[in-house]
T-cell receptor, first 113, second 113 residues
């Protein structure tokens, strides 16, 4: 049982480059999330998808776009990466939005030079 | 803005001792969750306590919730070196018709063998 799978695990980008972080879950969860984690800041919500076909902004959505491709997959796209987007990104899923426990992926460490 | 604030920021104890971490929050909540994060890994859910509950146990973990004081505590009894990790509280609440789960900055626990 894989749970939540994120790719890639590491990525280095130059300022202005674009990339997509992929996330897939095999638990038949309705809700999926993208968080970023910065030192001393805890986790901050970027975007979430309460169910297939819907997406909503979180606390720090600027500079990001998301796609809920189907029930299993939720991708995060950086159109024009900036050094301020250097962070560790986590994808998570849950059965019922924020009322149930979240299952996290292992993270993507992104550096923007 | 951070909803949950953990205290202390860092805690160092000897194996076999108990570890207590606290979480305070500012507004009414639906639930409060505790997560553990080992270095370089994703977060793992420990316990979810709902706003109408006062105490929950899971193995060596005990969580209390005092909604009148807007605070929660996580107690790890008979700690082990393997408990070394960062611990985060997350508060689930409704705001403006949408639900949110907001993480605190975490307590870094070191258990010395």
């Amino acid at each position: 049982n894989a749970g939540v799978t994120q790719t890639p695990k590491f990525q280095v980008l130059k300022t202005g480059q674009s990339m997509t972080l992929q996330c897939a879950q095999d638990m038949n969860h309705n809700s999926m999330y993208w968080y970023r984690q910065d030192p001393g800041m805890g986790l901050r919500l970027i975007y979430y998808s309460a169910s297939e076909g819907t997406t909503d902004k979180g606390e720090v959505p600027n500079g990001y776009n998301v796609s809920r491709l189907n029930k299993r997959e939720f991708s995060l796209r950086l159109e024009s990466a900036a050094p301020s987007q250097t962070s560790v990104y986590f994808c998570a899923s849950s059965g019922d939005r924020f009322n149930e426990k979240l299952f996290f992926g292992s993270g993507t460490q992104l550096s923007v030079l | 803005s951070q909803q949950g604030e953990e205290d202390p920021q860092a805690l160092s104890i000897q194996e076999g001792e108990n570890a207590t971490m606290n979480c305070s929050y500012k507004t009414s909540i639906n639930n409060l969750q505790w997560y553990r994060q080992n270095s370089g890994r994703g977060l793992v859910h420990l316990i979810l306590i709902r706003s109408n509950e006062r105490e929950k146990h899971s193995g060596r973990l005990r969580v209390t919730l005092d909604t009148s004081k807007k605070s929660s505590s996580l107690l790890i009894t008979a700690s082990r070196a393997a408990d070394t990790a960062s611990y985060f509280c997350a508060t689930g609440r409704k705001q403006g018709g949408s639900e949110k789960l907001v993480f605190g900055k975490g307590t870094k626990l070191t258990v010395n063998p």
